[in-house]
């Protein structure tokens, strides 16, 4: 039986077992996939099932419980395949706005950096997670590390290498392989994937599910599908965001600012007009403490200027620009080998994609070497960390950065504490991995453990 190169546990053979020791046939193949450059098309049509079809199945037969996954990439296809496996009566449905698992086939120059085999150790491995190492210290990683990652992917025919920094990828170098393994997997244990189609609007009904709107490009044909549990796994895009406010979450990205308001034709001095405390990012733009008490005090102010004006933030107002500027110069000279956007100096607690924001809004490279960033691009870093603009009608750029806030979810188990049999994975909650494979693994073990709580949760209402 193939075992993990970093240890862990061995294959369990070809049958699939549930929470109550069932089998349900099999699971896995040990043979490679032979054409790594193709994967399997794994639609309705192949499976003879729509969004309409499953409308009618539903009304026909009530009692079967469906999971939906918003999101097709590793984390979403992860954990669908987790939750069917486990409970296969289980409906599995995954919805993806565009083509499944493209990131993983893009990442790491094509070859797919799936995890970091130098790291075992939960709490080493948490430290490599600038936002989110306190909370990943517990028993996250303990649930599905590393070590199971490569286990997994052994154990469906794929083997992982080792390179000197500890990042994993597979033998044959091509991310093709563990897409065609992720997608074969999800066609065989009968998960459902529908893809061109974007869930727009979710709410919960009187009978405690979910009611989802699907539309479908490219004419926006929309339809309701429901649902008793629902995964959300959009990773960092506005989808994602919108749908977990809608459901009574906040998008949080800043602890701290000093944010201040200047409007046009206003030409004395209000005190009240800067203010300082969190701020959050949600579906339509700024919300938080700091933009409630600045929309209070101006609130006659903006009505008369037409809503017009400039929003100016300090995102670290307790450091001096100066200081700034010397933990740049630092950050340089000890991350000389770190692409530029993949890795913001910790002492900002900046979120990951508002780092991005930063360095694509300065006109860099985001594929630079720390190493080959000059001075004056640190200076205009510098500047946009201490006093960045915004106009007050351009927000929507702003609404990719920070995530859904770790307190609001259950580490342990991935379900919401606000709205029950929620589920979130991968990089839709607040949480940045460096690179070097880190932001996948995350993704593996917040896929398997909604999977795992998700599937427990329906057979214990079986």
Known sequence: MPVSPLGGQRCLGSQATDFHGRHHGPIFSHSRLRDHHRYPKVTFKRHRISISSMQQHQQQQSYEQVLVVIGGGAAGIFGAIRAKNAVPQLKVLVVEKGKPLTKVRISGGGRCNVTNGHFIDTMILADHYPRGNREL????????????????????????????DGRMFPVSDSSSTIVDCLLSEAHKNGVLLESGRIATQISCNDNGRFDIVVAKAPDNLKQTIQADYLLIATGGCRQGYVLAVQLGHTIVSFSRVRAKLKLPNLQKSIPQLTQVGPMLVTHWGFSGPVILRLSAWAARLLFSSAYQGTLLVDFVPDLHVDDVKNILLNHKRKYKKQKLQNLAPPEFHLPKRFWQYLVEHQGLDKNTLWASVSHHSLQLLASSIKYCSFDLSGKDEFVTAGGVPLSEINLNTMESRICPNLFFAGEVINVDGITGGFNFQNAWTGGYIAGTSIAKSALSHS
């Open 137 to 164: 210290r517990g028993s996250y990683f303990k649930a599905h590390g590393p070590k199971d990652t490569v286990t997994w992917f052994s154990c469906h025919g794929v083997q992982l290498k080792t390179e000197e």
